[in-house]
Nanobody
Framework: QVQVAESGGGLVQAGGSLRLSCTAS????????MAWFRQAPGKEREGVAAIDSDGSTVYADAAKGRFTISRDNAKNTLYLQMNSLKPEDTAMYYC??????????????????WGQGTQVTVSS
């Protein structure tokens, strides 16, 4: 059974930084593309960034230049370093796994095995 758990969220002032972590078990972590998504109240879940098994990455426009996705396959862990945070980054952040060839689209239908999320709140 695949289990995914996010951590590292919190309350931060605009301009600050946070590092999110996601640990996964029950899957061969290194074989999967891993991604971060987020969902703000009243909005659809949107892709933030993804990294495939070879380390190739893709970022949503909102994340480019501020966020960095990385992974440690030895620890079955995915990371998201978020810098220069803005109030509009406030959302529940989720990680998810994919074996889809369409992973670069950062669409929810290409990903499964979702975690419960970690809340990020950025105050102005």
């Amino acid at each position: 059974q695949v289990q995914v758990a996010e951590s590292g969220g919190g309350l931060v002032q605009a301009g600050g930084s946070l590092r999110l972590s996601c640990t996964a078990s029950g899957l061969t972590f290194g074989d999967y593309t891993m991604a971060w998504f987020r969902q703000a109240p009243g909005k659809e879940r949107e892709g933030v960034a993804a990294i495939d098994s070879d380390g190739s990455t893709v970022y949503a426009d909102a994340a480019k230049g501020r966020f960095t996705i990385s992974r440690d396959n030895a620890k079955n862990t995915l990371y998201l370093q978020m810098n220069s945070l803005k109030p509009e980054d406030t959302a529940m952040y989720y990680c998810a796994a994919s074996l889809s060839s369409m992973w670069r689209l950062l669409r929810t239908w290409a990903y499964g095995d979702w975690g419960q999320g970690t809340q990020v709140t950025v105050s102005s």
